[in-house]
């Protein structure tokens, strides 16, 4: 069972930068899909960033497009989002999320697709 550890997030103000961490808990050969996904008060879960476990098919939702990127360290056992240029509506609580996959094709930024999840971060952006 993978088991996905979160850290990060937090409190800053809008134009500033946080970065969040999802750490996997065992390595594993098989290929996989990780996503970042967030949920504000009153909101569907959505979709911010995916990325295939070999580091390419990486997405974004445009809201966060050309201000948040998805990464890996080069161990691939954790996950990062990296978050500038933040705004108000960022604030939410975020998700990292997993699903074993060999086609980077069906690396989908779906929630429902994904079956491994963390704990949750809240980041709170003031205006």
């Known amino acids: 069972q993978v088991q996905l550890e979160q850290s990060g997030g937090g409190s800053v103000q809008a134009g500033g930068s946080l970065r969040l961490s999802c750490a996997v808990s065992e390595y594993t050969d098989r290929t996989y899909c990780m996503g970042w996904f967030r949920q504000a008060p009153g909101k569907e879960r959505e979709g911010v960033a995916r990325?295939?476990?070999?580091?390419?098919?990486?997405y974004y939702h445009a809201s966060v497009r050309g201000r948040f990127t998805i990464s890996q360290d080069i161990t691939k056992t954790t996950l990062y989002l990296q978050m500038n240029s933040m705004k108000a509506e960022d604030t939410a609580m975020y998700y990292c999320?997993?699903?074993?996959?060999?086609?980077?094709?069906?690396?989908?930024?779906?929630?429902?697709?994904?079956?491994?999840w963390g704990q949750g971060t809240q980041v709170t952006v003031s205006s």
């Open positions: 990325i295939f476990s070999d580091g390419s098919s990486a």
């Open positions: 999320a997993a699903f074993y996959e060999s086609s980077r094709g069906a690396c989908f930024l779906t929630t429902s697709r994904y079956e491994y």
